[in-house]
């Protein structure tokens, strides 16, 4: 190459100015010079410059011993090529410096200014990434928005300048956590898209860029619609590449990304075998020193640990270490991401102490001194801080639990203090913090700062049940704070405030639940105080809801186009109407009467609703647990009792012993010997509920036996918090011999509330209508025959005659006829296959004979508004499991029912056979007919429940599997 520039040189030397081969020899020289810079270490950037001045032929309009603007334009460039090779931040800032003299030194009508100009803006951008600097990076998006207002909608360059302004965008999300930026990076992503599209120009490139994009807005807002979209955008870029094209490798790991995230979301361990295997193809793809390696070996690192999450093979986890090695260990100390890898690596030692058999402390603090590296090394306003604090946080937590050091457990509260007081962090961030720093305080009996900590994640709550993202995704995002309600409530009870500790659970349970009830209550309030407002309260009523309700996720493929245009309108749709809202309730609330319109309910207001008997709310901590007892006394509302030797920890290892023998006990596949010997450990499970939970409870109450013969029996109210709700309180009892004194069932009749809201919406005054409907389906496709469920829809027509039956013979039963149905009767007994979903709850359905394409989801009856229901049976399978990080939201079939609007649901929670389906189900219309001779009572529901359950509990005591699983829910 050097021979070809000397021969070149000699060319020009030998050909007059005047012939045609000297501007073309003048050219060729010009390439030989850049590719020498480019492959060879032999010319730095003076030198180069010298040369390519030397290279042009000299013009009337350069100034004397110049050098042309031209010249500098493609030593720009070249600077810009060796920074690719090299991640050397000396060059990329000469290579700015250099694109700022062309821009300088260009005429303002020259027509090359715009594309010097972008020049400009895209090696700003590039820097900004480089150093961090948000000043460059600003700089970049105003030249970048100006040079797109010089171009025309048709201009063929428009595409790839509107990419550029979402990489920007994107980034300055990165630097601020800016939601606004990266919402309109999203949008600008869409154009380039759509620009692309037309003029078929680096199309794959804009959809690579967009589908990072909609993953990072996934993350930041829990949007599983956008997360799949992320990953069908990346997958068609990647498809309109080949291997070694440029671009490749970048667009590889952007799919890796989006797919490790919708694995995470998802729970997919499938998913992210792949995701990995992607991202180490583009990994293996980039040189080390590009300035793109260490990003790309960043995102395998994040597949890598939750992969381990997923599987906790030592393997995985040696791959993660040495991944966060790596990024540590190259990463100059300048780079604005390195205190981020020294984060990853203290994450992955951690572990590695976790997982090992030594445990020593010495490696736990040398995790630490990293996590300690990471804080000092993130400035206090980037958005990565609160990860690296969290980080630390956690640290300093296993720290306390194994020295028992109270400046490691003082630390710890500091540390998630300040991140519950970072406006760069999400509230998930700040919320969990908060919690932390909360429970911690009580262990160092700093009630005060406690209940500071506590106030302000209860603010900051209701972002994440915001309505910018449908139903299923906002309780995906509450669940990350599903330790607040125990939390909260536990503090409030140490600073002698149990009025407050049940205030504090009415704000932090159900809260998409309270959601829904918000825009179906307070009707008549308003009819009352504010009429003129009553209709437009009515339709954006309706529209949020018919909004909340709708997704793209059945059918996602038939819901976008080149630019996604429905889930973008769709998600805006969403913040327009939750605005509209907020802004007329605060109306509302300027109108006379009305101040309080929607706001939280006062205990001494709460209390009224337990008039027909105690709610009892139980919370178990880390370290202690009380039963909260709701009574119906404004000057006394609320009574505590103590709970000793319960804990969270003792609750999850009882609730999972009766899971594990449950699921024996039910697997027909066990040896009859195991299956039988699984009964006694659940009644284990029952008789310990019994003595440290129920029976203080009753006691304090009065219940101290059962009720007198031929008297009434006495209603209790369950409203279980957390982990507690794993445990069958109902059931709850030691179940040796007759009478069973000392069981719940032989002292009261249960029911359960998701919160006492929720209980006041069950007891609304409305119409009822006493007719009856049967939907049946013992044979839905794909799913084993429940030849039960026609004996059983028989048996309630023996019961109510003039019930209606669905399917008619030789029909079948679909969703769409079941829920038009519904609105016209107000009992339903519905006899078929249930499946709880534990991962995705609002997936939970009833399996009609169009479920695989058409399903009853959870998610479709929570829309349903149903102003005439009165009793919903659920004689299907657990249709009251859900998630222990669920449990506070209520998110299962019983509960979805219930905020429909039937006043009382029977549900499951776990499987039940047909003969005990059928013999619950006789009992229990016996009792709501009163033996046939009167229509069914649904407000008797509870007592006719529990009486069908004594009788089955009675004919075989020792095989709780039959018998606990029924519940009653609501009034």
Same mark, same amino acid.
């Given at each position: 190459? &050097?021979?070809?520039?000397?021969?070149?040189?000699?060319?020009?030397?030998?050909?007059?100015?005047?012939?045609?081969?000297?501007?073309r020899?003048?050219?060729?020289?010009? =390439?030989?010079?850049?590719?020498?810079?480019?492959?060879?270490?032999?010319?730095?950037?003076?030198?180069?410059?010298?040369?390519?001045?030397?290279?042009y032929?000299?013009?009337?309009?350069?100034?004397?011993?110049?050098?042309?603007?031209?010249?500098?334009?493609?030593? #720009?460039?070249?600077?810009?090529?060796?920074?690719?090779?090299?991640?050397?931040?000396?060059t990329?800032?000469?290579?700015?410096?250099?694109?700022?003299?062309?821009?300088?030194?260009?005429?303002?009508?020259d027509?090359?200014?715009?594309?010097?100009?972008?020049? +400009?803006?895209?090696?700003?951008?590039?820097?900004?990434? &480089?150093?961090?600097?948000?000043?460059?990076?600003?700089?970049?998006?105003?030249?970048?928005?100006?040079? +797109?207002?010089?171009?025309?909608?048709?201009?063929?360059?428009?595409?790839?300048?509107?990419?550029?302004?979402?990489?920007?965008?994107?980034?300055?999300?990165?630097?601020?956590?800016?939601?606004?930026?990266?919402?309109?990076?999203?949008?600008?992503?869409?154009?380039a898209?759509?620009?692309?599209s037309?003029?078929? =120009?680096?199309?794959?490139?804009?959809?690579?860029?967009?589908?990072?994009?909609?993953? $990072?807005?996934?993350?930041?807002?829990?949007?599983?619609?956008?997360?799949?979209?992320?990953?069908?955008?990346?997958?068609?870029?990647?498809?309109?590449?080949?291997?070694?094209?440029?671009?490749?490798?970048?667009?590889q790991?952007?799919?890796?990304?989006?797919?490790?995230?919708?694995?995470?979301?998802?729970?997919?361990?499938?998913?992210?075998?792949?995701?990995?295997?992607?991202?180490?193809?583009?990994?293996?793809?980039?040189?080390?020193?590009?300035?793109?390696?260490?990003?790309?070996?960043?995102?395998?690192?994040?597949?890598?640990? @939750?992969?381990?999450?997923?599987?906790?093979?030592?393997?995985?986890?040696?791959?993660a270490?040495?991944?966060?090695?790596? +990024?540590?260990?190259?990463?100059?100390?300048?780079?604005?991401? &390195?205190?981020?890898?020294?984060?990853?690596?203290?994450?992955?030692?951690?572990?590695?102490?976790?997982?090992?058999?030594?445990?020593?402390?010495?490696d736990?603090?040398?995790?630490?001194?990293?996590?300690?590296q990471?804080?000092?090394?993130?400035?206090?306003?980037?958005?990565?801080?609160?990860?690296?604090?969290?980080?630390?946080?956690?640290?300093?937590?296993?720290?306390?639990?194994?020295?028992?050091?109270?400046?490691?457990?003082?630390e710890?509260?500091?540390?998630?203090?300040?991140?519950?007081? $970072?406006?760069?962090?999400?509230?998930?961030?700040?919320?969990?913090?908060? =919690? &932390?720093?909360?429970?911690?305080?009580?262990?160092?009996?700093?009630?005060?700062?406690?209940?500071?900590?506590?106030?302000?994640?209860?603010?900051?709550?209701? =972002?994440?049940?915001l309505?910018?993202?449908?139903?299923?995704?906002?309780?995906?995002?509450?669940?990350?704070?599903?330790?607040?309600?125990?939390?909260?409530?536990?503090?409030?009870?140490?600073?002698?405030?149990?009025?407050?500790?049940?205030?504090?659970?009415?704000?932090?349970?159900?809260?998409? @639940?309270?959601?829904?009830?918000?825009?179906?209550?307070?009707?008549?309030?308003?009819?009352?105080?504010?009429?003129?407002?009553?209709?437009?309260?009515?339709?954006?009523?309706?529209?949020?809801?018919?909004?909340?309700?709708?997704?793209?996720?059945?059918?996602?493929?038939?819901?976008?186009?080149?630019?996604g245009?429905?889930?973008?309108?769709? #998600?805006?749709?969403?913040?327009?109407?939750?605005?509209?809202?907020?802004?007329?309730?605060?109306?509302?609330?300027?109108?006379?009467?009305?101040?309080?319109?929607?706001?939280?309910?006062?205990?001494?207001?709460?209390?009224?609703h337990?008039?027909?008997?105690?709610?009892?709310?139980?919370?178990?901590?880390?370290?202690?647990?009380?039963?909260?007892?709701?009574?119906?006394?404004?000057?006394?509302?609320?009574?505590?009792?103590? +709970?000793?030797?319960?804990?969270?920890?003792?609750?999850?290892?009882q609730?999972?012993? @009766?899971?594990t023998?449950?699921?024996?006990?039910?697997?027909?596949?066990?040896?009859?010997?195991?299956?039988?010997? #699984?009964?006694?450990?659940?009644?284990?499970?029952?008789?310990?509920?019994?003595?440290?939970?129920?029976?203080?409870?009753?006691?304090?109450?009065?219940?101290t036996?059962p009720?007198?013969?031929?008297?009434?029996?006495?209603?209790?109210?369950?409203?279980?918090?957390?982990?507690?709700? $794993?445990?069958?309180?109902?059931?709850?009892?030691?179940?040796?011999?007759?009478?069973?004194?000392?069981?719940?069932?032989?002292?009261?009749?249960?029911s359960?509330?998701?919160?006492?809201?929720?209980?006041?919406?069950?007891?609304?005054?409305?119409?009822?209508?006493?007719?009856?409907?049967?939907?049946?389906?013992?044979?839905?496709?794909g799913?084993?025959?429940?030849?039960?469920?026609?004996?059983?829809?028989?048996?309630?027509?023996?019961?109510?005659?003039?019930?209606?039956?669905?399917?008619?013979?030789?029909?079948?039963?679909?969703?769409?006829?079941?829920?038009?149905?519904?609105?016209?009767?107000?009992?339903?007994?519905?006899?078929?296959?249930?499946?709880?979903?534990?991962?995705?709850?609002?997936?939970?359905?009833?399996?009609?004979?169009?479920?695989?394409?058409?399903?009853?989801?959870?998610?479709?009856?929570?829309?349903?508004?149903?102003?005439?229901?009165?009793?919903?049976?659920?004689?299907a399978?657990?249709?009251?499991?859900?998630?222990?990080?669920?449990?506070?939201?209520?998110?299962?079939?019983?509960?979805? @029912?219930?905020?429909?609007?039937?006043?009382?649901?029977?549900?499951?929670?776990?499987?039940?056979?047909?003969?005990?389906?059928?013999?619950?189900?006789?009992?229990?219309?016996?009792?709501?007919?009163?033996?046939?001779?009167?229509?069914?009572?649904?407000?008797?529901?509870?007592?006719?429940?529990?009486?069908?359950?004594?009788?089955?509990?009675?004919?075989?005591?020792?095989?709780?599997?039959?018998?606990?699983?029924?519940?009653?829910?609501?009034?």
């Open positions: 190459m &050097r021979e070809a520039v000397t021969a070149c040189r000699t060319a020009i030397t030998l050909t007059p100015p005047d012939q045609v081969r000297h501007d020899y003048h050219r060729e020289l010009r =390439q030989l010079l850049l590719r020498l810079f480019t492959t060879t270490t032999d010319l730095d950037s003076r030198k180069l410059e010298e040369a390519l001045r030397w290279s032929p000299p013009t009337a309009g350069s100034p004397e011993n110049g050098v042309p603007v031209a010249c500098l334009a493609q030593l #720009a460039s070249a600077l810009q090529l060796e920074y690719q090779h090299t991640d050397e931040l000396p990329l800032r000469d290579a700015v410096k250099t694109a700022r003299r062309v821009v300088e030194r260009t005429q303002p009508d027509p090359d200014l715009v594309t010097y100009r972008s020049d +400009l803006a895209s090696l700003l951008w590039v820097l900004s990434g &480089r150093d961090g600097d948000l000043g460059t990076l600003d700089e970049a998006l105003r030249i970048m928005r100006e040079t +797109l207002s010089d171009l025309s909608p048709a201009d063929e360059r428009r595409g790839s300048r509107l990419n550029l302004l979402a990489h920007a965008l994107k980034r300055r999300y990165e630097l601020t956590g800016d939601v606004g930026a990266l919402r309109e990076a999203a949008d600008v992503g869409r154009e898209v759509a620009a692309a037309r003029t078929r =120009q680096d199309l794959p490139v804009s959809k690579g860029n967009l589908a990072d994009v909609s993953r $990072m807005l996934a993350e930041r807002t829990s949007d599983l619609a956008m997360a799949r979209e992320a990953v069908l955008l990346a997958q068609e870029a990647v498809g309109g590449l080949r291997a070694d094209d440029a671009q490749w490798a970048g667009i790991a952007v799919l890796g990304s989006a797919m490790t995230h919708l694995a995470v979301r998802t729970d997919d361990g499938q998913a992210i075998t792949h995701a990995v295997r992607d991202i180490r193809k583009a990994v293996a793809a980039t040189p080390v020193n590009h300035p793109d390696y260490l990003s790309r070996l960043d995102a395998l690192h994040r597949a890598l640990m @939750f992969q381990y999450g997923k599987s906790k093979e030592p393997a995985v986890l040696e791959q270490v040495k991944t966060a090695r790596d +990024l540590a260990g190259t990463a100059p100390a300048d780079h604005p991401a &390195r205190s981020r890898y020294l984060s990853h690596l203290s994450r992955a030692l951690r572990e590695v102490f976790l997982a090992g058999n030594r445990n020593s402390v010495r736990l603090k040398d995790s630490t001194e990293y996590a300690r990471a804080v000092a090394g993130t400035p206090p306003d980037h958005p990565d801080r609160a990860a690296a604090l969290a980080n630390l946080s956690d640290l300093l937590g296993l720290l306390f639990e194994r020295t028992h050091d109270p400046v490691s457990l003082r710890f509260v500091t540390t998630n203090a300040a991140i519950a007081r $970072m406006g760069a962090a999400t509230a998930s961030q700040r919320i969990a913090a908060a =919690q &932390r720093a909360a429970h911690a305080d009580l262990q160092l009996a700093r009630g005060r700062h406690a209940i500071t900590m506590i106030r302000l994640a209860v603010e900051l709550l209701p =972002q994440l049940g309505r910018d993202v449908d139903r299923a995704d906002r309780e995906h995002r509450v669940s990350a704070a599903h330790r607040l309600p125990a939390t909260a409530a536990a503090v409030a009870i140490a600073v002698g405030r149990p009025g407050h500790a049940v205030e504090l659970l009415e704000q932090t349970r159900g809260v998409v @639940f309270a959601g829904t009830l918000d825009t179906r209550e307070d009707v008549a309030e308003l009819r009352r105080a504010a009429p003129d407002l009553l209709p437009r309260f009515q339709q954006i009523r309706d529209d949020i809801n018919a909004a909340d309700h709708e997704t793209t996720l059945p059918s996602f493929s038939e819901h976008r186009d080149a630019t245009r429905h889930p973008r309108e769709l #998600a805006a749709r969403r913040a327009t109407l939750s605005r509209q809202w907020d802004e007329l309730v605060e109306e509302i609330r300027r109108r006379p009467g009305l101040a309080g319109f929607q706001k939280p309910t006062p205990i001494t207001d709460l209390c009224r337990a008039a027909q008997g105690p709610v009892v709310s139980v919370v178990a901590d880390e370290s202690r647990a009380h039963a909260l007892i709701v009574r119906d006394d404004p000057r006394d509302p609320v009574i505590v009792v103590d +709970l000793p030797g319960v804990t969270r920890a003792t609750v999850v290892r609730a999972e012993a @009766f899971r023998a449950l699921g024996v006990a039910l697997d027909r596949e066990q040896p009859a010997r195991a299956r039988r010997h #699984a009964q006694p450990r659940m009644l284990e499970v029952l008789a310990w509920t019994w003595d440290h939970i129920t029976e203080p409870v009753l006691s304090r109450l009065g219940r036996g009720p007198p013969e031929g008297g009434p029996w006495p209603r209790v109210w369950w409203c279980p918090v957390g982990v507690v709700t $794993m445990l069958p309180l109902h059931a709850a009892g030691h179940h040796d011999a007759p009478p069973y004194a000392d069981t719940v069932m032989g002292r009261v009749i249960s359960y509330t998701p919160t006492i809201r929720a209980l006041a919406h069950a007891r609304r005054d409305s119409p009822g209508t006493p007719s009856t409907l049967v939907v049946a389906v013992p044979d839905a496709p799913s084993p025959p429940l030849d039960g469920a026609r004996e059983e829809a028989d048996l309630v027509r023996e019961f109510v005659p003039e019930a209606v039956v669905l399917p008619a013979a030789g029909a079948t039963a679909r969703r769409a006829a079941v829920i038009e149905v519904l609105r016209r009767h107000g009992i339903v007994h519905l006899a078929c296959h249930g499946y709880a979903n534990l991962h995705d709850p609002s997936a939970s359905r009833l399996l009609l004979h169009d479920h695989a394409t058409d399903p009853l989801t959870l998610h479709t009856i929570t829309r349903l508004n149903l102003q005439h229901a009165r009793l919903a049976y659920l004689s399978c657990s249709t009251t499991d859900t998630s222990q990080e669920q449990a506070d939201e209520a998110t299962h079939l019983t509960a979805a @029912f219930q905020l429909a609007g039937y006043r009382s649901v029977i549900g499951t929670l776990w499987p039940i056979n047909d003969r005990t389906a059928l013999s619950v189900a006789r009992d229990f219309y016996t009792e709501l007919t009163a033996h046939r001779t009167t229509p069914p009572e649904p407000g008797r529901a509870a007592q006719a429940l529990h009486r069908a359950v004594c009788e089955l509990r009675d004919t075989a005591p020792a095989l709780p599997s039959r018998w606990a699983a029924y519940i009653h829910s609501g009034a």
